[in-house]
């Protein structure tokens, strides 16, 4: 009857050794299965958001005294999405995608530009902003991602090197085209509700009043990593570019500029001095 039970015991751990070994397996297999996936699915994202603009075609008869290039390649992307309300670039880096607004500002966290599901999203446009008649800031959202899309590159502006080489931020809308200069680089976080006298930036999209505004300009440079020595004044078009950062729970890194100039104004500035120089030489 020992025997007999001491059997039993060792069958029974061989069956638990077998299930277990078989059990191992389908999450070996599994695991190699999400893995394949996500880098496949990181593959297609990157691919997707690389030369966006590359099917996009513009004759250079099309641009007029109040359409530049870009402005014009917008209009025939938003033709694909009309969510699509800007497009954002930043010299020396991978940011250089277009930029959306819908009523959800959830929706394109897990959404890119056509609207279909991705896990590096998009750069989206708080829904506040009023598009119609203007709002005082241009607050732009966007994730990180380790394949370096959309706001991974805002990070490097964490040095004051990589900033003194790179001051300028071009954002283009069916209106303008135009150059913005960086006023205020912050680490900053999601404050809870009972947190008093913080600095919620990401709250900021109009100001009612100057006192909003020049508030809202000194809190950037108080809570700036460096000084840029460019500041703002009430009635300047700003531009907020914020990205979560994971130094801190529910961290958050932003960047400050100011609308500097229009590359409309400027195309028409040149070609104006075309048309006296030729008056000239007649």
Not at 102 to 111: F, R, V
Not at 139 to 159: N, P, Q
Request: hydrophobic share 30%; proline share 0%.
């Amino acid at each position: 009857m020992r025997r007999r039970d001491e059997k039993n015991v060792k069958n029974k751990r061989k069956i638990i050794i077998r299930i277990s070994i078989v059990i191992l397996f389908i999450i070996f297999l599994l695991g190699i299965i999400y893995i394949s996936y996500y880098i496949t699915k990181s593959m297609k994202d990157k691919k997707d958001n690389e030369n966006i603009l590359s099917n996009v075609v513009v004759e250079e008869k099309q641009i007029t005294e109040t359409k530049t290039e870009r402005m014009l390649e917008l209009e025939e992307l938003k033709k694909e999405n009309d969510e699509i309300i800007g497009w954002l670039e930043i010299e020396g880096t991978k940011i250089n995608y277009p930029v959306v607004q819908t009523t959800d500002n959830d929706y394109y966290l897990s959404h890119n530009y056509k609207k279909e599901k991705s896990k590096t999203g998009s750069l989206f446009l708080d829904k506040d902003f009023d598009l119609e008649n203007g709002s005082s800031n241009y607050l732009i959202y966007g994730h990180r991602s380790t394949s370096g899309l959309m706001f991974e590159d805002l990070m490097k502006y964490a040095k004051k090197d990589f900033y003194k080489e790179h001051t300028k931020i071009k954002f283009t809308t069916e209106k303008e085209d135009a150059i913005y200069e960086i006023l205020a680089v912050f680490y900053s976080r999601v404050y809870y509700k009972s947190e008093k006298n913080v600095f919620r930036y990401y709250f900021f999209v109009n100001a009612e009043t100057e006192k909003e505004f020049n508030d809202y300009v000194s809190n950037a440079k108080k809570a700036s990593i460096y000084d840029t020595g460019v500041t703002a004044e009430y009635g300047d078009q700003l531009l907020t570019l914020s990205t979560c950062e994971y130094s801190q729970e529910d961290g958050r890194f932003a960047v400050v500029a100011k609308k500097v100039e229009n590359e409309v104004e400027n195309q028409n500035e040149n070609v104006n001095k075309s048309v006296n120089q030729n008056t000239n030489k007649q």
